[in-house]
């Protein structure tokens, strides 16, 4: 019996761990950044530059895919190579819901709580991302910040919603 409930105990990580990894998400981001001699990718936080993100002036999309964030830098996969940027330079917008407006989470579940609500298309800062869940700062016309955290279907992740996002962010200060 002992060794039945060893081999027992032995089974019972693993599906958890199976479930944490389909559980992370990789998010198409912008990068918003106006700087016309690029923007960096470095190699660590903070490190030195990987790569540069071509700043060509037109409205092509500028796209990364990021996986994690450590203390406001974000961890992506851009011109084929891994590295990280600061969530400064980096955006998206919030989309429309079926009950209307999207708003801020205190937390990354849906029974955290409600914070702000987000006009649609409201221009957003990632900060942390967890499952399905980012953390975002959104600035509001008085220069009022707000932080907190929205689902992915209150995010604009579709071609279209990406493009007038991304235009959005253009016109942008």
């Not at 199976?18 to 700087?35: P, S």
């Not at 001699?37 to 530059?49: C, E, F, H, L, Y």
């Amino acid at each position: 019996m002992k060794k039945l409930l060893f081999m027992l105990a032995l089974t019972l990580p693993l599906p958890a761990l199976a479930t944490h990894a389909q559980d992370q998400r990789v998010w198409e981001l912008l990068v918003v950044d106006k700087d016309p001699k690029g923007t960096n990718v470095r190699d660590a936080p903070s490190g030195k530059i990987r790569t540069t993100i071509a700043n060509s002036g037109t409205d092509a999309l500028r796209l990364v895919s990021a996986s994690g964030a450590s203390q406001g830098w974000i961890k992506v996969e851009a011109n084929g190579q891994n590295g990280w940027m600061h969530s400064s330079v980096l955006g998206i917008c919030s989309s429309a819901t079926e009950d209307g407006e999207p708003r801020l989470h205190k937390g990354p579940q849906d029974d955290a709580g409600f914070g702000a609500p987000l006009p649609y298309g409201s221009l957003l800062t990632p900060l942390d991302m967890k499952g399905t869940w980012l953390k975002v700062r959104y600035v509001d016309a008085k220069g009022k910040a707000y932080e907190g955290w929205l689902p992915e279907q209150t995010l604009s992740m579709s071609e279209g919603g990406l493009e007038n996002c991304a235009l959005a962010w253009k016109k942008h200060k």
